[in-house]
């Protein structure tokens, strides 16, 4: 794949998972699985950063912040084509989606494939923890620190296979209008780009959690939920975006790799995939 990069982001500082350093392992472990023309991997710090909720209602926002610029800086190397972004945590993802909008504007979707809303704010999330309030923050209200240059509007989010959210998140789906398709309607692949289509955009930026996935097909994640997506499940619905609009950018998140046995799945699921990037490359400008 000449135009693909890659942005390895090992950050785990985003979790609250007791086992989130695996995903340092995880980024790598994915960076390993995706063939690219370029590898860049975004300098993030690994100290732990300040301890829960002592700054802005954000678990080590300190390491956050760094490694938003670090990540930022990375992408600035990118010379064009498709990127791809392994983490590491969902937070990782701010910064690829904020230059996908710099390039695409209102034209930009987002597909959020997620057990999970991310849609919480420091003042909402039980935790405390930013990969729950990441979506929320690219949607504008994020913390001092963790701000999108630019953000999108909720008619751009498409919340796909989310099946675990919290009141405050429901709420907000409810009085914002984000389209939510639940796993029963993932069942026709197609329904992911027709709520793409719907929103005018013509191109997509689409952001996978592997906990999007059911764990008995893949459990190496730090917040496992029952009744998910299974692998070809989740392909053909990315290859039905690609089937019909420029794929912006790729993101694959929340691997705690950990010695695990779902590995040759994983890697499968990866390669089914990739056409969908080479297929959406030449696809709406």
């Known amino acids: 794949m000449s135009e693909l990069t890659l942005i390895e982001v090992p950050q785990w500082q985003g979790s609250a998972t007791p086992t989130a350093r695996r995903l340092e392992q ?20 690994t100290e732990a950063g300040i301890a829960r909720r002592a700054r802005h209602g954000v678990d ?8 938003l610029q670090a990540t930022r800086a990375a992408l600035a190397k990118v010379p ?28 930009l979707a987002v597909v959020w494939l997620d057990a999970h ?14 990969h729950g309030m990441v979506l929320r ?39 914002s209008g984000i389209r ?27 952001h996978i959690d592997l906990d999007v996935l059911d764990p008995q097909h893949f459990d190496a994640v730090g917040t496992p939920e029952p009744n998910g997506l299974s692998p070809s499940g989740l392909t053909a619905a990315v290859r039905a975006l690609g089937a019909r609009f420029r794929i912006a950018g790729l993101a694959l998140t929340e691997y705690e790799h950990a010695h695990d046995t779902a590995q040759p799945m994983l890697k499968q699921t990866i390669d089914d995939l990739l056409p969908a990037l080479e297929s959406g490359s030449g696809n709406a400008p």
């Open 137 to 175: 923050s690219l949607l504008g209200e994020g913390p001092h620190g963790l701000r999108p240059l630019r953000t999108l509007a909720p008619r751009q989010v498409v919340l796909a296979g989310a099946r675990a959210l919290d009141p405050e998140e429901r709420t907000f789906i409810d009085s």
């Open 26 to 45: 995880g980024a790598a472990a994915l960076a390993g699985m995706i063939p690219a023309a370029r590898h860049l991997k975004a300098d993030v710090v």
């Open 80 to 107: 064009g084509g498709t990127t791809v972004t392994v983490g590491g945590d969902c937070a990782v993802d701010l910064a690829p989606i904020e230059a996908a909008l710099a390039r695409y504007g209102e034209r």
């Open 117 to 130: 809303g991310d849609l919480n704010t420091p003042a909402s999330s039980p935790s405390g923890a930013f």
């Open 60 to 67: 080590r926002l300190d390491a956050l912040v760094h490694n």
């Open 180 to 206: 939510h398709l639940t796993v029963a309607a993932l069942a026709d692949p197609t329904t992911p780009a027709d709520a793409v289509a719907a929103t005018g955009a013509s191109a997509v930026y689409i």
